[in-house]
């Protein structure tokens, strides 16, 4: 017989890769960290000798959920200022509240509570867009997540630097000390058009193309920031980003609730992903991104969470949901965005998204054991015809027993393995005093 480490005998297996699959009864081997094989279970109990086997007997076995836009610091600012639409939202609230409270402890603390919450939720992998994202990275790491950290660019002082020069160095720095990490990773994340100008935009584009790096930015969020670029450049954002030299497959404009058919065709053609965060969108009535006309036209869509300060949670299971339900009312066609691709879109796609596709994002021998076990049976889940389906439309985050990383286990049974979760909690009610204290 052939020595494992992990022997994961489940219900069904749902791969992601190839599309729509289903394997029941199926086991899946990990050894060093890696996905061996997924087979029967019968075949693999001849086959294999397993230091640890698990039976999953009600569960669906998928891969880890992919996060691919989230400001993860700013679950400390939970439900701070809701109900108000964007602008009004970060100038009013958010910004100001980041200007008294925003350091490295705020960040410290803010990352731990969020991949906390994202962790019992089943994500995996997260891509951030933050302050101090050294600290994130370090975060990330110590307690076993896969995260690609955003190296900030604003052209405005903050408490993480002083302008596009200051923040690109401290960013290049951390992709530095990063770059042999097996679960860090980078991206240049200049935050808008709005907040970046020219001048910044070309430098992140010679560094993104000399460094083959991601770029990840907020893309034509809302009407009025396209409004307000028509009104001052004459360009709508996109396509001044575009002859910035930006676009390109490893762009990912996220949001992108204003795109019309050029914007569609500009990115198909660079190969670049949009980053859809349904719940955020729909909370501050940013609009609608077109997600099944993207799809049509070949372009890359992942979903994202935005912050727990704008959705007000880091829930993926709730945002396919989401996602599904609302790109059907926006197409007016009850087939669009149907159950296999929302979840291709909350796993592969945005693997794909961040580069990681190799390694991640898919239930495949040779991609590291990235891996999350969902509870099906109960009076929220039963009777279940169709775990696929399922999982997109009834299955709820609550129902996730059990988390991997590389073979790791991050979730067991519903308990942190690599956190203390009265610790997080503490410090979640800690920051709450202080933030009450200055913003009521």
Not at 328 to 338: E, F, I, S, W
Request: overall charge negative; proline content about 5%.
């Amino acid at each position: 017989m052939e020595q494992i480490d992990t022997l994961i005998n489940a219900r069904w297996i749902i791969p992601v890769e190839p599309q729509g699959q289903v394997l029941e009864e199926h086991a899946l081997a990990v050894r060093d960290g890696r996905i061996v094989a997924l087979i029967p279970r019968e075949a693999a109990a001849r086959r294999y000798r397993a230091e640890h086997v698990m039976d999953l007997d009600a569960h669906a076995l998928i891969p880890g959920l992919v996060n691919a836009h989230s400001h993860a610091a700013m679950n400390l600012l939970r439900g701070l200022a809701d109900d108000l639409p964007l602008m009004r939202w970060l100038e009013e609230h958010i910004w100001p509240a980041e200007q008294r409270h925003v350091g490295p402890e705020f960040v410290q603390d803010g990352v731990e509570a969020a991949c906390a919450e994202m962790i019992r939720g089943g994500i995996t992998a997260f891509n951030d867009m933050y302050f101090f994202p050294e600290i994130a990275a370090r975060v990330a790491n110590q307690v076993g997540m896969r995260a690609c950290l955003g190296m900030i660019v604003i052209d405005f002082p903050s408490a993480y630097g002083q302008g596009p020069d200051d923040y690109l160095d401290k960013g290049l720095a951390m992709r530095d000390h990063w770059r042999d990490s097996p679960l860090i990773s980078t991206a240049f994340a200049p935050h808008a058009p709005y907040t970046v100008g020219d001048e910044a935009l070309r430098r992140v584009a010679v560094l993104a193309g000399e460094l083959d790096a991601p770029v990840h930015m907020h893309v034509h969020e809302t009407a009025f920031e396209v409004q307000q670029s028509l009104e001052s450049t004459g360009q709508r954002p996109l396509a001044r980003l575009q002859a910035a030299g930006l676009l390109g497959p490893g762009f990912m404009a996220v949001h992108m609730t204003q795109a019309n058919d050029q914007d569609v065709d500009a990115l198909a053609r660079a190969n670049a992903s949009v980053i859809h965060c349904p719940e955020s969108n729909l909370k501050l009535a940013s609009g609608f991104c077109p997600v099944q006309t993207l799809l049509d036209a070949g372009v890359n869509v992942a979903l994202g969470t935005d912050s727990a300060a704008s959705n007000n949670d880091l829930d993926m299971l709730g945002e396919m949901r989401t996602a599904a339900l609302l790109a059907k009312g926006v197409a007016g066609d009850a087939a669009a965005l149907p159950a296999a691709t929302a979840l291709r879109m909350a796993t592969l796609n945005g693997a794909r998204a961040l580069g990681l596709a190799d390694i991640t994002g898919s239930l495949e021998p040779g991609k590291f054991a990235d891996l999350t076990a969902v509870r099906m049976t109960g009076l929220d889940a039963e009777p279940v015809f169709n775990p696929l389906s399922h999982l997109v439309y009834a299955g709820n985050r609550s129902q996730v027993s059990d988390v991997w990383v590389a073979g790791r286990q991050l979730l067991r049974n519903g308990e942190l393995m690599t956190m203390n979760r009265e610790a997080v909690l503490g410090k979640l009610r800690r920051w709450r005093a202080i933030i009450a204290r200055n913003d009521p």
